[in-house]
């Protein structure tokens, strides 16, 4: 399935904006990637499949 900036952006609980800066490899928080796995129903192992950290 796929879903919107902004819908992802609303399922994980954070801002577009933060969504726009992980697109341009701009670092994040650990618990901004791991609300990002959660609402794309990945678990937090599954990770390296979508931040390159």
Request: charged share 30%; aromatic share 2%; glycine share 2%.
């Amino acid at each position: 399935m796929l879903m919107s900036k902004a819908e992802l952006a609303r399922q994980a609980n954070i801002s577009p904006i933060t969504i726009s800066r992980i697109e341009n490899n701009m670092p994040c928080r650990m618990d901004t990637q791991r609300k990002i796995l959660l609402a794309l129903g990945l678990k937090p192992a599954d990770k390296n499949k979508i931040f390159k950290d």
